[in-house]
């Protein structure tokens, strides 16, 4: 979910941006886009209305000259389709009980309200003790604490998520970063179709290196519904438990909310590496890509992005 304070800037940035790269690989439900003039007059309102629809409707135009059974079933699913959200219940945030292992679990992890994406601009900073009971980890180790936070979101099989663990030295420079260059876009490969681009900004909440989330939604949804775009995933970062006095032997939490109905973990994983990848190293060719997006330069290609991705390890 794009916050309302960048939407000025970022519309300014894409605008100056030239999209019809000829070099650039876009997903055919991405070029949809921009050909408005194809929608035929007889589809139903509700259906135009689902953030999905745009992503889907080249499909599902070839598809009705194909079959037009398939084509209703398809349709028919698609109305079913809801703005995605974050997938946290009101229930408590935990498994159930079968040993020592889960019960602690239980004791620690705490429950977490559940949002709306639109409500984004109106959660406070979230702090750790929100999440977990931080009393309880004050006799453990930072190994100790590092199994616990993996171990527990590994086990959930109710909500998609992915968790990590990050050194305080690593996350204080993609924090850094992530200030000075707080939008960009990175390309998900999809299967024989070329690539799909996931417009990333963060939501601060000090200047100074503290916790901050990551969101993040098709580039196709935020052209068409600007800030109130649904968010596909949302990635976290707690910073509570960094010691001043002790910062080089000090961890980052990490986990990532994603809607499984968009992204598989695969993709999902894929995303927050390239992410850590262009926020964390130090890498010139990276950076200026950061600056070019953000400046909203002309020269700034999307399949620069693309060929930064190809030649990653991710």
Known sequence: MLTMLNRHLLGKSLN????NNSRLLITAHTQSTFTNNQVELGEDNVLKENPYYEIYKEKLHRLKQENLTAYKEKV?????MKKPSVKVTNEEIGIKSQDSKTDSF??????KPAR???QTNLVKQKMLIDVMNIELLQ???ITQISEIWIQYHKEKKDTPVLSAVIPYKNYKAFYVKSLEYPMFVLPLPRTNQGYEFMLVQFQHYDSEVKNCTAHLTPLI?????????????SIEYFSDLVNENNIDNSIVLMRSFYDDKLLSSMEATCLVNQLRIFYEENNFKHETLLKLFNKGHSEF???DVIACVETLSI
């Not at 100056?16 to 999209?19: D, R």
């Not at 239980?106 to 429950?111: D, L, R």
């Open 76 to 80: 028919d699913k698609l109305k079913a």
């Open 116 to 118: 709306i994406v639109s």
């Open 106 to 111: 239980k004791s620690i992890f705490k429950a």
């Open 221 to 233: 949804a935020y052209q068409k519904y600007n800030e109130n775009a649904p968010e596909c995933m």
């Open 139 to 141: 006799q453990k180790s």
């Open 301 to 303: 290609h999307y399949s």
């Open 16 to 19: 100056k941006i030239q999209l």
